[in-house]
């Protein structure tokens, strides 16, 4: 498989069905590569969002602080108590932003795939336990370890798996999740572990296809800010991971490869 190019076909047979080629897209209109992900703009956005954070810190002490005053006017406990909520809200809001303009910190390591899917496993099936999706697991044994930082990468794979349980739970749709080693879906000398999450009852048209990883361009409601797989897509970008999409026949799949340790 060359990942240079915008879209590849993939022979995958999942969720029961017969072997599909799938025409996958990857995020080419982020316009990722090295002189985006290590420019004048990232680091400036860095800057901004870390005196964003020190100032939002000071507004949380403090209106703790107001909300420990013993006899507060119940009014201004309830107005402080808004204001320290929407600060953390943007505390967080702020990691987001930063995760989607491809500057996050990163801290690589070898990680043993398997045993870590049983350490997240409560955060990988909350997305299906609160749509009330079922989640069929295929997992290979004998996974070597892969090069990813731990906890961006459960940021990715949490991302895709709440998309695929959202977007089935709509049309009573089923999920999947695939891992195979070197060999199996991309050729064993590029040594990658390939990851396929997948879900039936949604198909994405063509013409909007791409847009699904652009900020902003979400189709869900106005609770979605439309910067889940623009955040996906960066930070698989930061780590050397290979991330594309394809959606036919009914199905939409996912499809991250990995590099080994």
């Known amino acids: 498989m060359v990942f240079a190019s915008a879209a590849a076909r993939l022979q995958y047979s999942g ?4 072997p599909l080629i799938m025409q996958f897209h990857y995020p080419t209109s982020l316009n990722l590569g090295n002189e985006h992900s290590e420019g004048f703009h990232q680091e400036l956005l860095r800057g901004l969002t870390h005196k964003l954070n020190n100032l939002l810190a000071v507004i ?3 209106s703790s602080l107001i909300l420990m005053t013993e006899d507060l006017d119940p009014g201004v406990s309830e107005n402080m108590q808004h204001i320290r909520e929407a600060s953390v809200g943007v505390t967080n809001l702020s990691e987001r932003i930063r995760s989607a303009g491809g500057c996050a910190k990163l801290s690589p390591q070898a990680l043993n ?3 870590y899917l049983g350490v997240i496993e409560g955060a990988v099936m909350e997305p299906f336990q609160k749509e009330g999706v079922q989640l069929e697991a295929d997992v290979q044994q004998g996974l070597p ?11 990715i794979l949490v ?7 959202e977007e089935a739970s709509k049309s009573g ?4 999740l695939k891992i195979c080693g070197p060999g199996a879906i991309t050729p064993a000398e590029q040594k990658r572990v390939d990851i396929l999450v997948s879900n039936t009852g949604s198909q994405i048209p063509v ?5 699904v990883f652009r900020p ?3 189709s869900k409601d106005s609770n979605h800010l439309g910067l889940g797989l623009t955040i996906a897509a960066m930070l698989s970008h930061q780590m050397g991971i290979q991330l594309a999409i394809a959606s036919e026949n009914n199905t939409t799949t996912l499809w991250l490869s990995c590099p080994t340790a």
């Not at 749709?173 to 999947?176: E, H, K, L, P, T």
């Open 15 to 18: 969720l029961s069905r017969p």
């Open 60 to 62: 949380q002490g403090f």
């Open 113 to 115: 795939l398997t045993e």
């Open 145 to 155: 370890p892969i090069l990813v930082d731990p906890t961006k990468f459960k940021d």
């Open 159 to 165: 991302e895709l798996l709440r998309n695929a349980a």
């Open 173 to 176: 749709g089923r999920c999947a």
């Open 207 to 211: 013409e909007k296809i791409q847009e």
């Open 216 to 218: 902003f361009h979400g």
